[in-house]
């Protein structure tokens, strides 16, 4: 396999795609068509079918509401299944599926086998299910993903769209998003630390150094130090992180800053843990707390915070409630105030390969999590709330890496998740890790924020700026300006 303009790296910060995992996929969909099928397939009904061409304008429109969705699924299976990749810039190894896994189901096995490709949602549902088994390491197989599995649109992703993913977007209601955090984080703090490690932070961490393989927790004291750098945290602040999970940043604050610091939290075992963690690290209680309430519950005084934080929370918000929250955040902080806010999204110019990962995370990872947007999407949301944005700093790549050290750590501890929750609890988590470093290279971006008034003194945040401040390799040879410009 060869490709003349696209090659892959070999930096130990990360895992390295091999060039079969950097091939682009199918990412073909128009506006202008969708809207002329369905206008158009209703029409094409009524001029031939028997009866409905006696009708006028009211018979149209009864054809154009029953055919709509039917069209409209129609549209999206036929585009998914037959549009062409973006490029062929990288040519796939062509090998038979059997090379990849083993399809231990027989009626699959009729299906799919030789060069015919299986659907990537048949795929890890019956992976799930012990119907396939992976040749080799999971991630390395996914890696060439595109050689033996096609992301259409199947049945099933149709059927999870309409009779779970749209009404949970319509309701997100107090009680559900209650009901979704809780019965996915309280399944048990050892599930977590088997992939999570003893910092126990679910989010992104930062690579710092390209050339070394920096440890996970290496990644997340990065995180934690940059975070708070961007915040510039002084001893008199009250600082709040919404979404805390186990609530390490939380006591970290305290302890190495002196702030007042709060943490809030759906999940009954995180905050129990964070509360626990806190007095373990010597931190008065009146110093730090883990609130264990709903965003929507945190006491609403205005400006009651000088600093907030919000990891990778705001995507179980929900894009119903997502201005609401914004507006809710913006309430909490102090018109001098910093808002350092982290999301994991979707590029814009997206490939089905990201709405099958998309629908399999709200399935079986974060159900009720569907404001995962793309950046511009999130930065209107932003702007809409009267913040004004500093600095953004895409981290995907880094996320990558981070989701890379819990694979590790994951597979590493297969007999203990297996012996405590099952096969299926460990196949779909080595799944969704393995998938996510893949799929997270390009989509999880930090924003640091502030109010969008005339009052706020924007020259204070030039310091810890860090994107303006560079360290030059050597002294520039600077462009010489003639002493009086000439004049024609």
Aim: hydrophobic content about 40%; aromatic content about 14%.
């Amino acid at each position: 396999m060869s490709s003349s303009s696209v090659q892959p790296t070999n930096y130990p910060a990360i895992k390295n795609a091999p060039l079969a995992g950097l091939a682009e996929g199918n990412s073909y969909f128009s506006n202008y068509h969708l809207a002329a099928a369905v206008v158009v397939v209703p029409y094409v009904l009524k001029m031939f079918l028997p009866l409905f061409n006696r009708g006028g304008f009211k018979t149209y429109m009864f054809l154009l509401i029953l055919t709509g969705v039917p069209t409209t699924v129609a549209y999206w299976t036929l585009a998914s299944m037959y549009g062409a990749r973006k490029n062929e810039k990288v040519t796939l190894p062509g090998k038979d599926i059997e090379e990849y896994i083993t399809i231990k189901d027989a009626e699959l096995a009729k299906l799919y086998n030789g060069k015919n490709k299986i659907p990537m949602q048949v795929f890890h549902d019956a992976f799930f299910d012990g119907k396939i088994d992976i040749k080799g390491d999971v991630l390395e197989t996914l890696d060439h993903r595109h050689d033996f599995v096609k992301f259409t649109f199947t049945l099933e992703l149709f059927k999870h769209v309409f009779t779970k993913l749209i009404p949970d977007v319509i309701s997100h209601s107090q009680d559900q998003d209650q009901e979704q955090v809780q019965d996915h984080y309280d399944r048990g703090n050892d599930f977590y630390g088997w992939f999570l490690g003893p910092r126990m932070i679910y989010t992104s961490g930062v690579i710092t150094d390209t050339d070394t393989e920096q440890t996970l927790e290496q990644l997340q004291d990065n995180k934690l130090a940059i975070v708070c750098s961007k915040l510039d945290l002084q001893p008199t602040d009250r600082f709040l992180d919404i979404g805390c999970g186990w609530g390490t940043l939380t006591a970290y604050v305290a302890k190495n800053f002196g702030c007042d610091a709060t943490g809030v939290t759906l999940a009954k075992e995180q905050a129990k843990f964070g509360t626990e963690r806190i007095a373990q690290n010597g931190i008065p209680a009146d110093k730090a707390r883990i609130l264990n309430c709903d965003y929507r519950d945190i006491p609403k005084v205005s400006g009651s915070f000088d600093k907030i934080s919000c990891l990778e929370m705001a995507e179980h918000v929900g894009i119903r409630r997502y201005s609401q929250f914004l507006s809710e955040v913006y309430n909490l902080l102090s018109d001098d105030g910093i808002l350092v806010f982290q999301v994991a999204g979707f590029r814009q110019c997206w490939q089905y390969e990201d709405l099958n990962w998309g629908l399999f995370m709200n399935k079986y990872v974060f159900p009720g999590a569907d404001a995962s947007c793309s950046l511009g999407w999130v930065i209107n949301k932003l702007e809409q709330a009267n913040f004004e944005v500093k600095n953004i700093d895409v981290l995907g790549v880094h996320y990558s890496a981070t989701l890379q050290r819990w694979y590790l750590n994951w597979v590493k501890n297969k007999d203990e998740v297996i012996a405590a929750y099952g096969d299926r609890w460990y196949r779909t988590w080595v799944f969704f890790l393995a998938w996510s470093v893949i799929t997270s290279r390009a989509s999880v971006f930090q924003i640091t924020l502030h109010k969008n008034l005339n009052a706020y003194h924007r020259i204070k945040g030039v310091a810890n700026h860090a994107s303006i401040h560079i360290k030059l390799d050597k002294e520039p040879m600077y462009v010489a300006s003639s002493s009086r410009p000439r004049c024609f």
